[in-house]
């Protein structure tokens, strides 16, 4: 859809527009009236071709050369704007206080923010801008100056090309093309935030990937009765028993076969936008970029054609050695009789030798 070319002439005084019904009325001056006050009760932005306009029964006799006279007139006085559609003429609506605004526009002024307001909301760069409107540097810095002043237009900065002078309409958002999405801020690049939405989101994934069992009663029970010696060999051979390099993550078992309950980008574009974590309303589109980077560092994994993710079970790394943390580092992460530590039980924080060995190394 293209914008007609602003008009050279200084367009006349605006005229008050009252809701005048069409009958009765009979004076070019109240039937424009009557049709700027019908397409302005239409939701803004709403573009009319020539049969609606015809539609409201207010042009007598449908008369085609009626209403391209009423429409001359309400674009000269800046209530209406002329566009093409299809290679057809129709018009969009102008609030009142912003034709004001624009009938006190020079005319490069005018030319200037015709171009900008046809970028929407991608805006334009400077350099495009001063080729469209073929005005002198000069020239044009001091119409977009005068326009910014007049808050009418606005700068704004492009994720991936921060040091170009960009311009858009002041009473428009820029798109995710221009800020970058949730994940930017003042056009920076927010890790803290993507890192804080990835672990959630993995961790999202592996509580629909992997099935935690329980531990057992009998073993609640026993450890109560179990013996400091008793508590310390089964350690001893729990560790024994892994050996080096045995998968930490053995609580993680896989779900029974055919099992169809991982999360899709959809389930968990709801789930985090339910958690309240982001202050904004996430899209599907971002997620699914938020979870193509965790598919690509191997934390995560496409399965049932792309359709659905499931959490990749991390163990060793490349040379065999368990991957480690600053938990799995301390013997509480470790420890294989963790389940029964309590206080005053035969294993217990306060006389863990084991972690009196690990704070003095």
């Given at each position: 859809?293209?914008?007609?070319?602003?008009?050279?002439?200084?367009?006349?005084?605006?005229?008050?527009?009252?809701?005048?019904?069409?009958?009765?009325?009979?004076?070019?001056?109240?039937?424009?009236?009557?049709?700027?006050?019908?397409?302005?009760?239409?939701?803004e932005?709403?573009?009319?071709?020539?049969?609606?306009?015809?539609?409201?029964?207010?042009?007598p006799?449908?008369s085609?050369?009626?209403?391209?006279?009423?429409?001359?007139?309400?674009?000269?006085?800046?209530?209406?704007?002329?566009?093409?559609?299809?290679?057809?003429?129709?018009?969009?609506?102008?609030?009142?206080?912003?034709?004001i605004?624009?009938?006190?526009?020079?005319?490069?002024?005018?030319?200037?923010?015709?171009?900008?307001?046809?970028?929407?909301?991608?805006?334009?760069?400077?350099?495009?801008l001063?080729?469209?409107?073929?005005?002198?540097?000069?020239?044009?810095?001091?119409?977009?100056?005068?326009?910014?002043?007049?808050?009418?237009?606005?700068?704004?900065?492009?994720?991936?090309?921060?040091?170009?002078?960009?311009y858009?309409?002041?009473?428009?958002?820029?798109?995710?093309?221009?800020?970058?999405?949730?994940?930017?801020?003042?056009?920076?690049?927010?890790?803290?935030?993507?890192?804080?939405?990835?672990?959630?989101?993995?961790?999202?994934?592996?509580?629909?990937?992997?099935?935690?069992?329980?531990?057992?009663?009998?073993?609640?029970?026993?450890?109560?009765?179990?013996?400091?010696?008793?508590?310390?060999?089964?350690?001893?051979?729990?560790?024994?028993?892994r050996?080096?390099?045995?998968?930490?993550?053995?609580?993680?078992?896989?779900?029974?076969?055919?099992?169809?309950?991982?999360?899709?980008?959809?389930?968990?574009?709801?789930?985090?936008?339910?958690?309240?974590?982001?202050?904004v309303?996430?899209?599907?589109?971002?997620?699914?970029?938020?979870?193509?980077?965790?598919c690509w560092?191997?934390?995560?994994?496409?399965?049932?054609?792309?359709?659905?993710?499931?959490?990749?079970?991390?163990?060793?790394?490349?040379?065999?050695?368990?991957?480690?943390?600053?938990?799995?580092?301390?013997?509480?992460?470790?420890?294989?009789?963790?389940?029964?530590?309590?206080?005053?039980?035969?294993?217990?924080?306060?006389?863990?030798?084991?972690?009196?060995?690990?704070?003095?190394?």
């Open positions: 859809m293209d914008i007609a070319s602003p008009a050279e002439e200084v367009p006349a005084k605006d005229e008050d527009v009252t809701m005048t019904e069409p009958s009765g009325v009979s004076s070019p001056k109240e039937l424009r009236n009557a049709l700027y006050a019908r397409c302005a009760s239409f939701e932005g709403h573009v009319f071709n020539q049969d609606e306009l015809f539609a409201f029964d207010i042009i006799d449908n085609l050369e009626q209403l391209l006279a009423y429409t001359r007139q309400l674009a000269k006085d800046g209530l209406f704007k002329l566009m093409t559609k299809d290679g057809k003429a129709c018009w969009k609506v102008v609030k009142r206080a912003d034709a605004k624009y009938r006190s526009l020079s005319q490069e002024e005018a030319l200037v923010f015709s171009y900008i307001e046809g970028a929407a909301r991608e805006g334009i760069w400077s350099k495009i001063r080729s469209k409107t073929n005005l002198h540097m000069t020239t044009m810095n001091r119409a977009v100056k005068s326009l910014e002043n007049k808050n009418m237009i606005k700068a704004v900065k492009i994720v991936k090309y921060p040091n170009r002078k960009t858009m309409l002041a009473k428009l958002q820029p798109s995710e093309n221009v800020t970058g999405g949730p994940f930017y801020t003042d056009g920076v690049l927010d890790e803290e935030f993507v890192h804080q939405m990835s672990l959630w989101t993995e961790r999202y994934v592996i509580g629909r990937s992997w099935w935690h069992p329980p531990l057992p009663e009998h073993t609640r029970k026993s450890s109560s009765k179990m013996t400091q010696e008793q508590a310390e060999e089964l350690r001893a051979a729990e560790l024994r028993q050996g080096h390099g045995r998968d930490r993550s053995k609580a993680m078992l896989p779900m029974h076969p055919g099992y169809r309950g991982h999360p899709t980008l959809s389930e968990v574009t709801r789930a985090i936008n339910g958690s309240g974590l982001s202050g309303t996430m899209k599907e589109s971002e997620m699914g970029q938020l979870l193509d980077i965790l560092d191997g934390r995560l994994e496409k399965i049932r054609h792309g359709k659905a993710y499931r959490a990749v079970k991390q163990v060793n790394g490349e040379d065999g050695v368990e991957l480690e943390n600053g938990l799995t580092e301390s013997p509480c992460g470790r420890c294989p009789v963790f389940e029964f530590c309590e206080e005053g039980g035969p294993v217990n924080a306060r006389s863990c030798e084991y972690f009196q060995e690990w704070l003095q190394f």
